[in-house]
Every structure is written in C-alpha cells, then in structure tokens.
T-cell receptor
Framework: RKEVEQDPGPFNVPEGATVAFNCTYSNSASQSFFWYRQDCRKEPKLLMS???SGNEDGRFTAQLNRASQYISLLIRDSKLSDSATYLCVAANTGNQFYFGTGTSLTVIP | EAQVTQNPRYLITVTGKKLTVTCSQN?????MSWYRQDPGLGLRQIYY???????DKGDVPEGYKVSRKEKRNFPLILESPSPNQTSLYFC??????????????FGPGTRLTVL
C-alpha cells in the first residue's frame, strides 16, 4: 500500500471555480504534512504546510484530519495560473518524506 | 541568489557505465535529499542526509550510493546503472530548524535514460 494516495485527476475546471483535492496517508506516525505544486517537468515547490487546525493562504485552504488520516486542499476562485499538478506529502519525524502521485489541475478560460 | 544546482540536466548512458549526478546548494542547509520521479509512482526518496558524513536510506535506495563530504554537495552515484533507473531525479535541501525548516527546495531535475 502506498504511504500517500491521492486522486490523479485530471480535474478540468472553469476559471473562478472552487476545486478540492483530497489525499490519504497510511502511516499514523506521520508528523508533518504539505502540499507542493509542480508545473510540467519542473521542480516541485512548496505551496503550503498543513496544520491540524487548518490553515489558509489567500485562495488556498488546507485541512488535516489526523483521526481519518486525511488531508485536503481547497482552491477558491481558480485562476489559469493555478493549472499544475498538486502533490500531497507526509513526513515522519526522521525527515523521510512520502509524496503522493499528484493531482492534475487544468483551469479552463 | 539561493539555489540548488544539479548536473548534468540530461544524460543518456548505457547499462553498467558508472555515473555521478552532482547536487550543490548555496543555502547552507544541513539536510539534503535525492528523489526519483516516475509516472504513476510519484516522487520517491532515494537517500537523505542530515549533515556531513551522515546519510540514511529512503524508500528506494537499491542501486544508488551517496556521499556527503561537504555541507554544500550531495552527489548521487550509480555504480552500475540499469534501464529501470531511467527516471527524472531531483535533489532537495532544507533547514533542520528555523522558521522555514519545513520547506524543501528542489533542484531543476536531471533526466536520466539508461539504455
């Protein structure tokens, strides 16, 4: 079983739409959680860390449910520039990182 | 400019011919790591290093070696490459403490093809 699983999509949404990505992790000992963004064939870049209390950064909201081992990312008012692959990541205390396979998003004009 | 550099960016080689992919960072980060990215499998951690002379296996270390003799460099060595090591490789670095210790900074990637 993969450590981190996420729906690969693709998600094709119109500009201005709200879209949600979900992710589950299998290791209950995982300590830190993140969403990374990866543009085609380029290096991943941190979008946001995910905290138990939930956190928001502009149009992006991340949630963590430790009981269900579930992480989510909500993007409001989608922009064309949001088109990318979004990677869900879980890390243990030993600094080992586990990436999901990514969810592809295309925002359509 | 803070950056992580990888060389070469593209490499085509043949089975069994030893190769090294270099990774260098100028951010004075303690932590460095290597990943490979394959379609349908995502990024998988190969090795990581918490400091000079300290390295640990990640999820998929078989067929790879690393060394950390200097803080800024973390080369990935394939002693006898095989076609199943054809992949996109990323080096990453991060702090181990401080306000931004969560964020990994990735290099631009090295696309390796083993024939």
């Amino acid at each position: 079983r993969k450590e981190v699983e996420q729906d690969p999509g693709p998600f094709n949404v119109p500009e201005g739409a709200t879209v949600a990505f979900n992710c589950t992790y299998s290791n209950s000992a995982s300590q830190s959680f993140f969403w990374y963004r990866q543009d085609c064939r380029k290096e991943p870049k941190l979008l946001m860390s995910v905290y138990s209390s939930g956190n928001e950064d502009g149009r992006f909201t991340a949630q963590l449910n430790r009981a269900s081992q579930y992480i989510s990312l909500l993007i409001r008012d989608s922009k064309l520039s949001d088109s990318a692959t979004y990677l869900c990541v879980a890390a243990n205390t030993g600094n080992q990182f586990y990436f999901g396979t990514g969810t592809s998003l295309t925002v359509i004009p | 400019e803070a950056q992580v550099t990888q060389n070469p960016r593209y490499l085509i080689t043949v089975t069994g011919k030893k190769l090294t992919v270099t990774c260098s960072q100028n951010m004075n980060h303690e932590y460095m790591s290597w990943y490979r990215q394959d379609p349908g499998l995502g990024l998988r951690q190969i090795y990581y290093s918490m400091n000079v002379e300290v390295t640990d296996k990640g999820d998929v270390p078989e067929g790879y070696k690393v060394s950390r003799k200097e803080k800024r460099n973390f080369p990935l060595i394939l002693e006898s490459p095989s076609p199943n090591q054809t992949s996109l490789y990323f080096c990453a670095t991060k702090e181990l403490a401080g306000a931004s210790y969560n964020e990994q900074f990735f290099g631009p990637g090295t696309r390796l093809t083993v024939l």
